[in-house]
């Protein structure tokens, strides 16, 4: 216990008479407790028993709601928060390992400095002088500051935006690699060009009969992928008076998604929009389907050969629509990554505009939260601005640009032309290693926040993040660092958070409510955050003013081959430290420990190779090598690499594994701003080298003995 507060005295405050079954961090007084380690346990623990904190998972930018259970002081086991709309109890491979993260033996434990750029050598430097690297930041030119943060739309993001406006710099950028993959930026703007608002669109998946998807591997790793996954199981289950749902899948290697599909088309990357149009101009020509685009100039003929498709089946297909009563179309990442990827959102979109499910059960709905993410387009003005010396101070908090954007870019060399790069990394990342200064953050679990959910639920959630042991080592929350600059009126990161929490206090028809502050944030804290009670959607306006893209796939540069990457459950790469996720097998090969290009066995035979062979991956921006793993799922003229591996930094668990396909992006754009990442054409060389990669499989293999 705090030596703050005395145990009565903090009954009273908490209002407990009794152990709850979740504390609340344990009510209005749960700042000032200190959740000590099992050597020196708090006296709310019982020894021999558990306790049970509700908080929010900040693995990925989902916002998922936690259960953590606490043993002696200790963090144990995370669960789903049942009562979190979201995740619905439910839990991803990726949120069980934040326990791997708090403990992880390579983490930053206090504030260091590093004499030399690049060298992992550090030395120790005391928080004090720290803390005034930061203050004399903040107290110089605002127009030399840059924040660079992570996906998160969460209260360090809303605390950045609010400083950056208060002494006049620019406003933080939100970038990741997992959202450039997803296609998030290109989806939003999407719904801004077709919507009129810069917002998520939801996808109603379990309400719908038919789902088509071109892309969106919304199982694995799409926007929310434990919601849109329980929002599968309802489509799937077969209830009373309503037909098990069916999923089609349009995608150039099976993913998790296209395996559980009943139909998956692997088709041509980058035709997925102008196979769109060609549903639409075969739709058009049925009742029940209201073009609103034009589709004259659109020739069904010339798009499934283009798309490697029989205009059979994509007839076949549109019968199939036709006689669906709530169809549903996703245009997911890898039919928006790459050159006419906004044309082809915007072609998919018209397909759910044309048979009217706009804001209806199985339908397309506007969230309420507001989408902030950065564009490729917005890095390369921070990175020209860093070649030019206009940024003296570079803020980095919640995201790995060095490891995750492609080095054509350049932001690793314009790093060399800023004066001072302040990282608030908890683990010695790639872009932590180019930092003068590594101030650590607290990990999730040691720290307070909120998180805003974007997408994969209908209904505003303010998902609530509390400490759950007391902070392990000599770190500090990244907000209180940049509160202590005085320059907002707020004495520490709690008190912000509450500011924003005050403006529910009296809202009706939600989870929580409190007639105060104090009351409401202690239910706040139970609860795992506040939200509405009732789903809140908006259904769009049609408004398609062009007629349908017949943009043909087009790959940029010379190659052999189309090379898809893909995200997996590493996300933007910042999982590889967790031996758990290591070990995990990947869902279609069963590999752990490592990372692989999938060839097509009729490819490889071609070529000459072998599982477990080493090639080299050449593009026109870079090469890598990789481990051989044939595939048939996939197309013959399409290799795939998977994201997330091939770390020089980030720990024992991480460095030294596989290849970063990130190395062979060339730097081209959409109409968006977002990185055409899938127009890159790759060629495969054998090296004669050979290195067999771990497994779950057999020798022979899932697939057979190649």
Not at 670 to 688: K, R, S, W, Y
Request: proline fraction near 7%; glycine fraction near 10%.
């Amino acid at each position: 216990m705090s030596e703050i507060i005395s145990r009565r005295n903090f009954l009273k405050l908490a209002g407990l008479g009794a152990t709850a079954a979740v504390l609340t961090g344990c009510g209005p007084a749960a700042r000032y407790v200190t959740r000590n380690p099992y050597y020196d346990m708090p006296e709310y623990t019982q020894t021999g028993l558990s306790t049970y904190f509700a908080t929010t998972c900040r693995e990925c930018p989902a916002g998922c709601g936690l259960i953590m259970r606490t043993f002696e002081g200790r963090a144990i086991k995370a669960e789903g928060n049942p009562a979190h709309p979201v995740n619905g109890g439910k839990l991803c491979s990726r949120g069980l390992t934040g326990v791997q993260g708090l403990y992880n033996p390579d983490r930053f434990k206090s504030a260091v400095q590093r004499p030399q750029r690049g060298d992992p050598a550090v030395e120790p430097v005391e928080w004090d002088a720290a803390l005034q690297v930061v203050k004399d930041a903040l107290n110089g030119p605002a127009g030399e500051v840059a924040f660079l943060l992570g996906l998160n739309q969460d209260h360090l993001a809303d605390l950045v935006t609010q400083l950056a406006e208060t002494i006049g710099a620019p406003a933080p950028l939100r970038y990741g690699a997992l959202g450039m993959f997803e296609g998030r930026a290109t989806l939003v703007k999407a719904a801004e060009q077709v919507f009129g608002q810069a917002v998520f669109p939801y996808f109603d998946i379990a309400g719908a009969d038919l789902v088509v998807s071109f892309g969106a591997n919304f199982l694995e790793a799409w926007l929310s992928p434990v919601a849109y996954s329980r929002a599968y199981g309802r489509f799937r289950r077969a209830e009373p008076l309503k037909k098990r749902g069916y999923l089609v899948s349009f995608e150039a290697r099976r993913s998790l998604t296209s395996g559980s599909a009943d139909e998956w088309y692997p088709v041509v990357p980058g035709s997925e929009g102008l196979l769109a149009a060609a549903l639409g101009k075969l739709l058009s020509e049925s009742s029940g389907f209201s073009a609103v685009m034009d589709y004259a100039a659109v020739d069904v003929q010339a798009a499934c050969a283009a798309a490697g498709i029989e205009p059979e089946k994509l007839e076949a297909l549109a019968q199939l629509i036709a006689r669906a009563e709530r169809p549903l179309f996703l245009p997911g990442g890898n039919a928006l990554g790459h050159a006419d990827g906004l044309a082809a959102a915007v072609n998919i979109l018209a397909l759910n505009a044309g048979r009217g499910n706009f804001g209806v059960p199985g339908g397309v709905y506007l969230t309420t939260s507001p989408a902030g993410t950065a564009t490729l387009t917005d890095l390369r003005g921070l990175v020209d601005r860093m070649r030019t010396g206009q940024v003296s101070t570079l803020f980095i908090h919640g995201c790995n640009p060095v490891f995750e954007l492609p080095p054509t870019l350049g932001f690793t060399q314009a790093l060399a032309n800023v004066k001072t790069v302040v990282s608030f990394a908890s683990f010695p990342d790639e872009t932590a290693l180019q930092a003068d200064y590594v101030l650590p953050d607290h990990t999730p679990l040691e720290g307070w926040g909120y998180q805003y959910t974007l997408a994969g639920v209908d209904r505003p959630v303010l998902s609530g993040a509390q400490p759950v042991v007391v902070p392990l080592y000599e770190t500090r929350a990244t907000a209180d660092m940049l509160l202590s600059a005085g320059k907002l009126p707020y004495k520490d990161e709690v008190e912000f958070i509450q500011s924003v929490l005050e403006d529910k206090v009296g809202q009706p028809d939600a989870n929580i409510s409190g007639t105060d502050l104090p009351s409401l944030w202690a239910k706040y804290l139970q609860a795992g955050g506040w939200w509405l009670a009732a789903p809140s959607l908006s259904a769009p306006e049609k408004n398609f003013a062009d007629g349908a893209s017949t943009a043909q796939p087009q790959a940029a540069g010379s190659g052999q081959f189309h090379l898809m990457t893909y995200p997996t459950l590493f996300g933007d790469g910042s999982g590889a430290n967790r031996p758990w996720l290591q070990e995990t097998p990947d869902p279609a090969t069963t590999v752990m420990w490592n990372s692989w290009v999938e060839i097509n066995p009729k490819t490889a035979e071609e070529l000459g190779l072998h599982d477990d062979d080493i090639v080299k991956v050449r593009s026109e921006a870079g090469e890598v090598e990789a481990v051989v793993y044939l595939y048939p799922a996939i197309r013959p003229d399409t290799v795939a690499i998977p994201f997330g591996q091939g770390h020089t930094a980030l720990g024992r668990w991480a460095e030294r594994r596989g290849c970063n396909p990130a190395e062979l992006l060339k730097v081209t754009m959409n109409e968006a701003g977002d990185l055409a990442f899938g127009d890159t054409l790759v060629t495969i060389t054998p090296t004669g080298k050979r290195r067999p990669i771990a497994r779950a499989e057999s020798r022979v293999g899932v697939y057979g003995d190649h």
